[in-house]
Each structure stands twice: as C-alpha cells, then as structure tokens.
C-alpha cells in the first residue's frame, strides 16, 4: 500500500506514502539523492524509493489484485531495475519512456510492482508490467495508489487504495497555485495508514532540490536535505 502524488502548480511537488509491513527499511541521505533503502535478502539495500538531485522522483506502488501478465516470462525489462537506473541517474525520465514504448516490462513472481515516476520537468510515467504505460507531459497533478491506473476499480481488493485516490483527488481538486511542501503534507496525512503502516512520507520540491521527510508519521518530527545539483 503506497500514494504517489505529482503536483504541478508554481513548483512541482512530488509526494510519497511508503506503506510497508514486515520489511527492514532504512532513509539513506547522500549528497545527490534521498533514497529509501530495502533490505533485500539477496542483493543487500536496494535504493528503491526517493528523490535524486536531477530532479527525478521513483515511487513503486504494488498493484492489487495481482495481474499474472506481469510475471516474467521471455526476454524484456525488469521494473525494478528501470527504476533503480532512473533514481541513481544511468537513464532519463525519457531514455526509460523510450524502452517500456519498445519493450515488455515484467515485475517480480507473485507481486505487480508499478512505477510512479517523474523529472524535474514535472513530466510523469506510469509504469504497469503487463499492461503498458501511460506518460503525461506535465500533468496539472497525477495520483497513484494501489490499483492498475487501466482498471481503475474494475478489479477491487482490500488494499488498492480506492478511498485514498479519491480523497487525494479530491483534496487536489481545489488545489491552489501556491500549492507547497506543506499542502503536500497534509495530503499524505489525510491518506496514511496503520494496517499496513505508513513508514517514510517524503516530499521533494523539484525546484529547490530539497527533500522534506518523517518516519512512521511522526509529522512534527520532519528531516530536510537540500540535494547537490
């Protein structure tokens, strides 16, 4: 369970719910990036979620229910690792645009893992294995939670985030052009979870390169990096 939010009004705001359970997590600050760290058993941390000082931003929401299609299967791209070389900056917003417009897109067995990107231009790319892409040249604002962005809510589950769309939806609806890192704030509040717990809420002003974030909803307790562009 995840929230993505892209907003584009004086600034472009980016903000991200990280909803996990039972995963070992870490915020790691460095001076080109603020990334959010899984601790894979395999390949170690993997740098998964975050902001780089390109201006790039990589949410991975899980899609519920689970589409089969996105099991691998022959030759083509994995999700995760497009999304790694967009945050650590090997490839563009464009260059990856580019690839899932050529090729197939695969996830993980047993698990729909989307992409939610966007650049410093406030461009925005979903990405659904199986399924396709949808790219959007800044968008006024663009919302992703749980569900496939093609089904909407032909498909229901517990944890696609339905209720949480709407109300961010609605909340952006009237959004103002002063629209801030504060508005996006007190979106990701409004859409938190305990369930499956809400543990890094992140907000990147693409403009000023710095990124605001607070752990397992601590709200009065945010961090700020500015990012070396």
């Known amino acids: 369970m995840c929230t993505s939010i892209v907003v584009n009004k004086k600034k472009t705001i980016v903000g991200w719910n990280l909803d996990i359970l039972d995963i070992v997590w870490r915020v790691r600050k460095a001076a080109n990036g603020v990334y959010i760290e899984i601790d ?32 691998p299967a022959g030759d083509g791209e994995n999700v995760i690792l497009l999304d790694i070389d967009l945050l650590m900056q090997k490839k563009t917003l464009q260059e990856i645009h580019e690839i899932v417009e050529k090729r197939p897109v695969y996830s993980v ?37 749980n569900f496939s962005p093609f089904k909407q809510d032909a498909e229901t589950h517990p944890w696609m985030g339905w209720d949480r769309y709407q109300k961010a939806d609605a909340i952006l609806q009237n959004a103002t052009d002063d629209f801030d890192v504060t508005d996006c704030f007190e979106i990701l509040q409004a859409v938190s979870q305990t369930v499956c717990p809400t543990e890094v809420s992140m907000v990147f002003d693409v403009q000023e390169r710095t990124v605001h974030w607070c752990e397992k909803r601590m709200w009065d307790a945010i961090q700020t990096v500015k990012l070396v562009n």
């Open 109 to 145: 067995p047993g698990y729909t893992f989307m992409s939610a990107l966007s650049d410093a231009d406030g461009n925005v790319l979903y990405i659904i294995p199986g399924q396709g892409n949808l790219y959007y040249e800044k968008p006024e604002y663009k919302i992703m939670t």
């Open 40 to 71: 894979d058993p395999k390949e170690g941390w993997l740098p998964l979620f975050g902001a780089n000082s390109r201006g790039d931003f990589v949410g991975m929401p899980t899609c519920w229910p689970f589409d089969e299609r996105s099991n």
